[in-house]
Structures are given as structure tokens and as C-alpha cells.
């Protein structure tokens, strides 16, 4: 069974740190893509960033609100991806989801975790 | 940045009847690259379809995909009471990756 499982989630200040994991299990994760995509309470979904497989250089790309702030990496001998997130900011309160994409359903978000919530308020 | 609408807002039917889900980019994408997204409340993301009309493992036929350019739609030919949910279209041509503002779907 595909299974993706968020951790790392918490209260944190702003101009504060966290690092969220992304423990994947059930299928080949170094042949998968790693998306984050978040949600702020009673908003919409809001794409974060993804990492591509060892094949295509584990190539990362991130949406203009994050960008030169978080940092997704992944360690495929884990099979866990990662999101550094630095410098936060009240509005990055959301819940982050971590999915995955593979050629199967041509690049679309096949799985999704159940999600990790994560609060930035003084 | 490719931004996505998605129209109605919200869509008010009662079980067994029609639902037209649009959703319409700001330029032209692959269509190749769209795929919609249902959300329950306290629940992550399902795909429904990718491509634009490929049902995903496990998703009814009732659900149903179409669309070219810069206009798609969403399908679900009648509603069954699990269906009441919020829809996204969702666009992966070239990132920044988008996401609509979703539908929601009610029961009226």
C-alpha cells in the first residue's frame, strides 16, 4: 500500500525554522517526483514547491512566495523528502501535504500524505 | 505564472442530477498537464482525473474530464451523496504549478 506520512509540524515564531519529513512507503520513491502543497484553514490549495527524481537531477522548483526561503531536499535511501522552511512568515500557517507523481498518471498528484500542521504566531 | 478559474464558486444539486465543472487558464496549457483534484473536509486531496480524461485507479465513471487550450471541464453525470465535496483543477505544465480556487459542490 502507497503511503505517504507528514511529520515535523508545530508552533513556531516568525523569522523562525522548521523542517518537515515526508516518510514514504509501498512503492519505488526514487522513481517518484515529491510535491508540497499547502492549505491554510478554509482556503484553497496552494502549490509550495517539488523535487524530482535522480534521473532528472533532482531538479526543485518553487512557487514565488517561497522561494529563497524553503528548501525541499530528499534522501531516497530513507525514502523521505524533506521541506527546510526558513524565515516564516505568519502567512505560511497551513497545512503542508507532501504527494507524489509518477509517470503512471502522467506527472499528476497520485498519493497524498495525510498532512502536517504548521502554525508561525508569536 | 499560469492562473486558473474555476467556475461556479459553488454548485447547489441535489443527488442524481448533473454537474458541469469548469476551469479555464490564463494561457494556453498542455493538456497533457491537468488534472482535477475532490477534497472532503478533513481530508487530503484525491486525483480524479489527469490528462485531461483519465480517470485515476479506483475513480467511478460517473467522473469524467475534457478540455483543450485553455478551457477544461469536470463531469460527474449524477451525483451520488459522496460526491458533495470540493473540486480543484490543477495545472503541472510548467511550475510554478497551479491550483484553481476550486468548486465547491452542495447538496441543495
Known amino acids: 500500500e502507497v503511503q505517504l506520512v507528514e511529520s515535523g509540524g508545530g508552533l513556531v515564531q516568525p523569522g523562525g525554522s522548521l523542517k518537515l519529513s515526508c516518510a514514504a512507503s509501498?512503492?519505488?520513491?526514487?522513481?517518484?517526483?515529491i510535491h508540497w502543497v499547502r492549505q491554510a484553514s478554509g482556503k484553497g490549495l496552494e502549490w509550495v514547491g517539488r523535487?524530482?527524481?535522480?534521473?532528472?537531477?533532482?531538479?526543485?522548483a518553487y512557487a514565488a512566495s517561497v522561494k529563497g526561503r524553503f528548501t525541499i531536499s530528499r534522501a531516497d535511501s530513507n525514502n523521505t523528502a524533506y521541506l527546510q522552511m526558513n524565515s516564516l512568515k505568519t502567512e505560511d500557517t497551513a497545512m503542508y501535504y507532501c504527494?507524489?507523481?509518477?509517470?503512471?498518471?502522467?506527472?499528476?498528484?497520485?498519493?497524498w500524505g495525510q498532512g502536517t500542521l504548521v502554525t508561525v504566531s508569536s | 505564472e499560469i492562473v486558473l478559474t474555476q467556475s461556479p464558486d459553488t454548485l447547489s444539486l441535489s443527488p442524481g442530477e448533473r454537474a458541469t465543472l469548469s476551469c479555464r487558464a490564463s494561457q494556453r496549457i498542455s493538456s497533457s498537464y491537468l488534472a482535477w483534484y475532490q477534497q472532503k473536509p478533513g481530508q487530503a486531496p484525491r486525483l480524479l482525473i489527469y490528462g485531461p480524461s483519465s480517470r485515476a485507479t479506483g475513480i467511478p465513471d460517473r467522473f469524467s474530464g475534457s478540455g483543450s487550450g485553455t478551457d477544461f471541464t469536470l463531469t460527474i453525470t449524477r451525483l451520488e451523496t459522496e460526491d458533495f465535496a470540493v473540486y480543484y483543477c490543477q495545472q503541472y505544465d510548467s511550475p510554478p504549478f497551479t491550483f484553481g480556487p476550486g468548486t465547491k459542490v452542495d447538496i441543495k
Open positions: 523535487i524530482k527524481s535522480k534521473g532528472d537531477n533532482y531538479a526543485t
Open positions: 504527494s507524489r507523481s509518477t509517470m503512471a498518471t502522467n506527472w499528476a498528484y497520485g498519493s
Open positions: 509501498g512503492f519505488t520513491f526514487s522513481g517518484s517526483a
